[in-house]
Each structure stands twice: as C-alpha cells, then as structure tokens.
C-alpha cells in the first residue's frame, strides 16, 4: 500500500497568515493527488484534484502543487473559516490512502 | 444539485452486522461511482472500497473484504454498504462518496453523504 505522510500534524496560525502543508508519498504517484477540508463533524471537502485543479467553487487562495512523491497544499491568506483539518489522498492504486491529517488552528 | 443523502445511526452489538444506505440526486447515477470512507473517533480517513454503479464492479479493502459487500440500485439512485461481524474497532463515522475520474487514473471524491455514526457495543 502506498503511505502518504502529512506534515505538520498541526500548526497554529493568524488570519492573513499563509499556510503550507507537505504531503509526501512512499511512493511515485505521478500527480494524483487530492486535497480533502474537514470541519468537525462535517464531512470532508474536496478542495483540489489531480494535485494542483481546483475544484468548482473552492476559493482561489487554496493551491495545490507537486508531482510525484511530494507535494503541497497552500492557503494564501488565512480566512477564519479555514481552520480546520486537512487531508491528502491519492488515486494513483487501490487501496486509496489518506495522510494522517493536518490540523489547523487559530493563534 | 448534487445530494447524497445517508441513512441514520446505528447501534449493534458485537458479532451484527449494519447496512447503510446513501440515496442520491441531481446527476445521472450510473455515470459515477461510490467510495465508501470510515472515520473512526478522533481518527483520520479509512477508504474502505468502491462500486462502480453502472455496472456493480467491486474493490475492497484488504483488511475488509472478507466482511463488506457494496451494492447499488440503479432503479432508486442508492447505493448500499454493508458490514459483518462487526466488533468495537467498527464504531465509525461511515461516508458515502460519488467517485469522479478525471481521465488517466486521476479519482476524487467530490460529493460526500453527511455520514452514518455505526456504534458497537454490548
């Protein structure tokens, strides 16, 4: 099964601040690559796909890049309804796999 | 627009089984598939397999496949979960997730069901 490793597991930030978390897969997994937000006890969000597409109606100050094995999610400007858990997942093979998730926090 | 809608919570003793349900609306349901996503408490992401609903292709996860069945109605727009032997390491949040390919090998889940809370206890 292919690992995806997610960093930091959390981290704590202002409004305004910009934001990037690392997604690093075990291995080579092309650009398949999404970007899921989840509110507590909501459902995740898909917010990009296929590393760096954002998905209908996401803000433009999410981004996606990377290929391969490693890759990033950048928010540019903290918004307060941004905080919240962040997941990576790839579909480059079954079984699909998650990163462990990236909590983000108010300062 | 695009719902899927699940059905309710669910209480079961060790060694029952669970079906949930996920109805959905606004697209054409045998054009996309379904993931199905646990989440146990205070945990991450489990993908647990997927259907394809057109034609009831099947993928399940190793550590599950010996237990899950996943099916579909097309004649209600349903897609259907369901797990035995269920044991307290099965008390989850369970996702339904319309499946999208983008071509090549690149899937997302982009519409999720609202979740089903599965407890097992005695």
């Known amino acids: 099964d292919i690992q995806m490793t997610q960093s930091p597991s959390s981290l704590s930030a202002s409004a305004g601040d910009r934001v990037t978390i690392t997604c690093r897969a075990s291995q080579s997994i092309s650009a398949y690559l999404n970007w899921y937000q989840q509110h507590p006890g909501k459902p995740p969000l898909l917010l990009v796909y296929t590393a760096s597409r954002l998905q209908s109606g996401v803000p433009s100050r999410f981004s996606g890049s990377g290929s391969g094995t490693e890759f990033t999610l950048t928010i540019s400007s903290l918004q307060p309804e941004d905080f919240a858990i962040y997941y990576c997942q790839q579909s480059y093979t079954t079984p699909l796999t998650f990163g462990g998730g990236t909590k983000v926090e108010i300062k | 627009q695009v719902q899927l809608v699940q059905s309710g919570n669910e209480m079961k003793k060790p060694g029952a089984s669970v079906k949930v349900s996920c109805k959905t609306s606004?697209?054409?349901?045998?054009?996309?598939?379904f993931s199905w996503v646990r989440q146990a408490p205070g945990q991450g992401l489990e993908w647990m397999g997927w259907?394809?609903?057109?034609?009831?292709?099947?993928k399940y996860a190793h550590n599950l496949q010996d237990r899950v069945t996943m099916t579909t109605d097309t004649s209600t727009s349903t897609a259907y979960m369901e797990l035995r032997s269920l044991t307290s390491d099965d008390t989850a949040v369970y996702y339904c997730a319309r499946g999208t390919y983008y071509g090549s090998g690149s899937y997302s889940l982009d519409y999720w069901g609202q979740g089903t809370l599965v407890t097992v206890s005695s």
């Open positions: 606004g697209y054409t349901f045998t054009n996309y598939g």
């Open positions: 259907i394809t609903a057109y034609s009831g292709n099947t």
